[in-house]
């Protein structure tokens, strides 16, 4: 198995702009916080935590270190333009269960680039062994759930006024799920069952 960082790295055109979708290392703190820094704070609220401090980033990068967190980073140029995070407990009762986090800059939503992420993320879901994908935002974000219902995600719970934001407003959570034993199926049906592959493809 390569290790590398760049193994089975995957290039899509997002946008009319090159992108590559590679996973992640704890290197990356520095590349992530620029990309984090850009995106409306509202954006962060269905995170358990509030990435826009340094703390919170060197311990996600000490998590994929540590092997707890699965990350990729989508990079157009040395810019980075989205990333994601699969977060697992092994000492936990629900270490089937794989939380999903996906971030994607604003200037790419709605080309495609997010679809593309979570498509890998199913990838990678399989690879861990992982029988569930769990994720959550606030109801107001109708354009990614869209996204998420159409991959096959379904709603499970309503979490009511459960995050509060900056300026001490409480917003309703959505928790979505999907069945990971049911992923190749879903692929198969968009036709992506070589999402992963290294060879260059444009976004659907």
Known sequence: MNDSPRANARTIVCN??????????P??????ARFVATLPTHDLLFLTRDISHPKVIAAWMEAIEEGRVTSLVARSGAEVVGCTAIVT???SWSRHVGELRVLVA??????GLG????QACF????ELGLQKLCVQMTVDQRAAITVFEE????????????VKDRDGRLHDLALLSHDVAAVNATLDAFGISDVF????????
């Open 197 to 204: 592959d290294p060879a260059p493809q444009g976004a659907p």
């Open 123 to 126: 990838m990678q879901a399989l």
């Open 27 to 32: 290197t990356m703190a520095g590349d992530l």
């Open 115 to 118: 679809r593309q992420l979570i």
């Open 89 to 91: 407990r092994e000492l």
């Open 151 to 162: 991959i096959g995600f379904r709603a499970e719970a309503l979490l009511h006024k459960h």
């Open 16 to 25: 009319g702009r090159t992108v590559e979708i590679a996973r992640m290392t």
């Open 106 to 111: 604003p200037a790419l939503r709605g080309h």
